[in-house]
C-alpha cells in the first residue's frame, strides 16, 4: 500500500470518527502510535494523514498537546481560494460581486438573529473604525472584523465559514494598497458601517441587506478609483519614454 492511499485510509477512519459522533469540536484525537495500530498503518503514515486533514482545517496541532478538532465556529482555509484567484485573475469585481450576493444575505439574517454580545462586539468594531481613520492598516483590520463579525452573527455556519475565507482573500489584497485610502473614503466607509450595525441592532433585515449592498458597491468604487490614480502616473511616465 502506498503512502498516497495510506493517508487516504487515515482522513477516512478521522471522518468516519466524526460522523458516528466519536470525535467533536475541542476534542483531541488518538495518539498516533493508537491511530497506527487502529488503522493498521505506519506512523509516517499517520502523520501524513494529518498533515492532510490540517492542510484541510479540519485538525490543529498543538506543540506538546497532541492533535485536536478545532472547537468554535468552522473555519475553511484560504490557500485553495488565493491559488485559484492567482491562477485565475480574480477581478476586483468579481471579489465584490462575490461578497455582495454571500454578505448582503448574511446582514438580513444577522438583523433577526444576532445575540446582545455580538450586537456589543459590531459596535465595538463601528467605534473603532472612527478612531482609527488616520490608520489604514489598522481601519482595515477592524473593516474585515466587522464583516466577519456579521456573517457570523447570521447564525449561518457554513454561510459564515464561507465569508470568512473570501475574507481572509480580500484583506490579503487589501492590505497591500490600503494606504492608498484617502480619509474622506475611510470616514465615508465608517459611516457605512455604522449604518449596518444600526439597522442590524433594530432588527431591520430589509435595511440591513440594503445597507450592506450599498457599502459594497460604494466599497468597490472607492478602490476602483484608488486603482485609477495608482495606474496614472505609470502611464505618465511611458508616455515620456516613448516622447
Known sequence: MGPESGAEQVVAHVRTLIERG????????????????????SRPTVRAGLHALAAMGVVRSRHGSGTFIPDG?????SEP???????????????????????VGAAGL?????????????????????????DPQAFLVHDVDFH??????????????LIEMVSALY?????????RAANRDLRAAAEAHRRIYTAIRAHDAAAARQAMHDHL???????????????????????????
Not at 113 to 129: C, F, I, K, M, N
Not at 148 to 161: K, Q
Open 22 to 41: 466519536a470525535l467533536g469540536p475541542g476534542d483531541r484525537l488518538p495518539a498516533e502510535r493508537e491511530l497506527a495500530s487502529q488503522i493498521g498503518v
Open 73 to 77: 465556529p468552522p473555519t475553511l482555509v
Open 81 to 103: 481560494l488565493s491559488f485559484l484567484a492567482a491562477l485565475h485573475r480574480f477581478s476586483r469585481d468579481e471579489m465584490y460581486e462575490a461578497r455582495r450576493v454571500l454578505e
Open 110 to 134: 444577522a438583523a433577526d438573529r444576532a445575540t446582545p454580545e455580538q450586537l456589543a462586539a459590531l459596535a465595538d468594531d463601528v467605534t473603532s473604525l472612527f478612531a482609527l481613520m488616520d
Open 148 to 161: 466577519r463579525r456579521v456573517a457570523a452573527s447570521s447564525g449561518n455556519l457554513i454561510l459564515a465559514a
Open 171 to 179: 484583506y490579503e489584497r487589501r492590505r497591500k494598497t490600503a494606504e
Open 217 to 243: 458597491v460604494e466599497a468597490s468604487r472607492y478602490q476602483a478609483q484608488e486603482a485609477g490614480a495608482d495606474a496614472e502616473p505609470s502611464r505618465r511616465r511611458r508616455r515620456r519614454a516613448v516622447s
